[in-house]
């Protein structure tokens, strides 16, 4: 077993000792974190002002610029306060503090290191139910009603044109690196999952480097065709959600990857627990 460095991202400042308990790394994000004991994404070069729009990616901007070199290098993975990576839970309810914390991902086993990265299993486009996708955008599917009975169609961008603005991903496109574009491209209209959350390990900061030198400037260059005047969840949150697809792609590119069990359970679950 190698030891995990994991950071654990969070907006709620009572989070603290349940993710210090973990063996993770506390990071604060928003205007609601007090502690000092939390890495922060607002100090030295940092966009941090853009966290409503860029999500999680305002700390790995940070991470980036600032804190990387810091870093012994070796095995380092992120989660969320509500999302975390598990060995064996297959269910979110009634589960303890106990055995949620038995479970948690806190090392790299033997099988993991015959890999470069892990991602999250993947998210089939047609697990969610077609009145979803009718109730996003019915005049797209009454335009094109093969989306209705064949679900091969329902790719990656058919499922981002309904949830984050019909036609965006393309213009998004146009503006990547011309080494990604026709791969990229092909990815998001030929595959019908991805791998969700923003949520990876990798062995290296060599990787995460690389991953940032790619992701970072195509946002960047996102933002004078999206701005900031966005509004509503799937349209304001553009930028996370970009990354989000471009993640998947280019791990799946790039490195050697597995995949491995994402959990949804939310922190605020344990607040009475005593064991702490």
Same mark, same amino acid.
């Given at each position: 077993m190698k030891k995990l460095k994991m950071f654990c991202l969070t907006m709620r400042d009572e989070d603290l000792k349940l993710i210090k308990s973990f063996g993770y790394i506390p990071v604060g994000l928003g205007k609601n974190i007090i502690s000092k004991? +939390?890495?922060?994404?607002?100090? @030295?070069?940092? =966009?941090?002002?853009?966290?409503? +729009?860029?999500?999680?990616y305002t700390f790995h901007y940070w991470l980036w610029k600032?804190?990387?070199?810091?870093?012994?290098?070796?095995?380092i993975g992120f989660c969320q306060y509500r999302k975390f990576w598990t060995n064996q839970i297959t269910t979110k309810n009634s589960i303890n503090y106990k055995d949620f914390k038995n479970h948690l991902k806190t090392q790299i086993s033997n099988e993991d290191e015959k !890999?470069?990265?892990? =991602?999250?299993?993947?998210?089939?486009?047609?697990?969610f139910k077609l009145s979803k996708f009718l109730k996003k955008n019915i005049f797209k599917v009454i335009k094109n009603p093969s989306f209705l009975y064949d679900k091969n169609?329902?790719?990656? @961008? +058919?499922? !981002?044109?309904?949830?984050?603005?019909?036609?965006?991903?393309? @213009?998004?496109?146009?503006l990547l690196d011309s080494s990604e574009k026709k791969d990229f491209s092909e990815f998001v209209n030929n595959d019908t999952s991805f791998n969700p959350h923003n949520m !990876?390990?990798?062995?290296?900061?060599?990787?995460?480097?690389?991953?940032?030198?790619?992701? *970072?400037?195509?946002?960047?260059?996102?933002?004078s065709q999206f701005g900031f005047n966005l509004r509503g969840y799937g349209l304001k949150r553009i930028y996370? *959600?970009?990354?989000?697809?471009?993640?998947? +792609?280019? !791990?799946?590119?790039y490195t050697n990857y597995k995949t491995q069990k994402i959990i949804f359970k939310d922190l605020s679950d344990f607040k009475n627990i005593k064991e702490l």
């Open positions: 004991e +939390f890495l922060r994404d607002n100090s @030295k070069i940092n =966009i941090s002002g853009k966290n409503p +729009f860029y999500g999680e600032n804190y990387l070199n810091e870093l012994d290098d070796g095995w !890999f470069d990265s892990i =991602i999250g299993n993947p998210i089939n486009i047609n697990q169609k329902r790719s990656i @961008k +058919f499922h !981002f044109d309904l949830m984050h603005g019909d036609g965006n991903l393309d @213009k998004a496109i146009t !990876f390990i990798c062995n290296s900061k060599k990787i995460l480097i690389r991953y940032y030198s790619s992701v *970072f400037p195509w946002l960047e260059r996102c933002e996370g *959600f970009l990354a989000e697809r471009y993640m998947s +792609f280019w !791990f799946k590119k």
